[in-house]
């Protein structure tokens, strides 16, 4: 059982440059977010997902796209990378709103 | 400002030791969770609560949900090398929402 999978696990990028951050989970869980992990900040959500076609914005999503086509993916797109997206990313999933969360090992990402 | 403050932010401590880690809110929350996180890694989860004035034991660890439920606590009986790591402290509010939003982390260091 692979849990969440995230990839890549490093990536560094140009400014400007775009990319998309790979997230799948095996359990058949209907809630899916991302969150990005910054010192002294804890983890803030950037979007997340109740089901397939369904997402909404989470405390900063300003820069970053999501979409849901099937329960399993949840891909995170960065538009025009900028240095103030340098960050360590998480894919989370839970079963249902109140339930645990499980997250990914996390990508870390550099915009220079 | 972020809807959960943890504090403190950074605690070091001898082993043997106990500890108590805060996490306070103005909003009313329908449950909170407690994570661990361990570097390199995402975040574990330690225990959830749901009911105002809940207390919660995990072998050296003892959780509290305010009676308001508007905050927690994590208090560490005598404390081991091995709790060391980011403890964050998560929230569902009430009224329906399905941000599982995350304070801002207390990092914890138990030396010898």
């Known amino acids: 059982n692979a849990g969440v999978t995230q990839t890549p696990k490093f990536q560094v990028l140009k400014t400007g440059q775009s990319m998309t951050l790979q997230c799948a989970q095996d359990m058949n869980h209907e809630y899916m977010s991302w969150y990005r992990q910054d010192p002294g900040m804890g983890l803030r959500l950037i979007h997340y997902s109740v089901g397939a076609g369904i997402t909404d914005q989470g405390e900063v999503p300003n820069g970053y796209n999501v979409s849901r086509s099937t329960t399993e993916d949840f891909p995170l797109r960065l538009l025009s990378a900028a240095p103030s997206q340098t960050s360590v990313y998480f894919c989370?999933?839970?079963?249902?709103?109140?339930?645990?969360?499980?997250f990914g090992q996390g990508t870390r990402l550099t915009v220079v | 400002t972020q809807l959960l403050e943890q504090s403190p932010q950074f605690l070091s401590i001898q082993e043997g030791e106990n500890l108590t880690v805060y996490c306070n809110s103005s909003s009313v929350f329908s449950s909170l969770q407690w994570y661990r996180q361990e570097p390199g890694e995402g975040p574990v989860l330690l225990v959830t609560?749901?009911?105002?004035?809940e207390v919660k034991k995990l072998k050296r660890l003892t959780f509290q949900f305010g009676d308001a439920r508007k905050d927690s606590s994590l208090h560490i009986t005598a404390a081991q090398p091995g709790d060391t790591g980011l403890y964050l402290c998560?929230?569902?509010?009430?009224?329906?929402?399905?941000?599982?939003?995350f304070g801002t982390g207390t990092q914890l260091k138990v030396e010898l």
């Open positions: 998560a929230g569902i509010l009430t009224g329906g929402g399905n941000k599982l939003t």
């Open positions: 609560v749901v009911t105002g004035g």
């Open positions: 989370a999933s839970r079963l249902s709103r109140v339930t645990e969360a499980f």
